[in-house]
């Protein structure tokens, strides 16, 4: 089984960071797509059925991936 992703992130940077450490980490995975925003990543959803999605949200002083 192809273990694939889509990463969602709205800061470009930090999203090339998690990319590269997800690609040199986890050569298994393959990121399939990216997205900046919902839209983005409701595109990117139709388009790709990803194993699994990459996102990173802020709850109060929380901060989660």
């Known amino acids: 089984m ?3 992703a889509i990463i969602i992130e709205d800061l470009m940077d930090a999203m090339e960071l998690l990319k590269r450490d997800i690609e040199s980490g ?3 995975l393959t990121i399939v797509d990216t997205a ?3 839209v983005e ?3 990117a ?3 790709q ?3 699994h999605l ?3 949200y ?3 002083r929380w901060h989660w991936f």
């Open 2 to 4: 192809t273990l694939t």
């Open 26 to 28: 986890h050569p298994e």
């Open 36 to 38: 900046q925003s919902v």
């Open 41 to 43: 990543a409701a595109k």
């Open 45 to 47: 959803l139709r388009k």
């Open 49 to 51: 059925e990803p194993r």
């Open 54 to 56: 990459v996102f990173r």
């Open 58 to 60: 802020y709850v109060g």
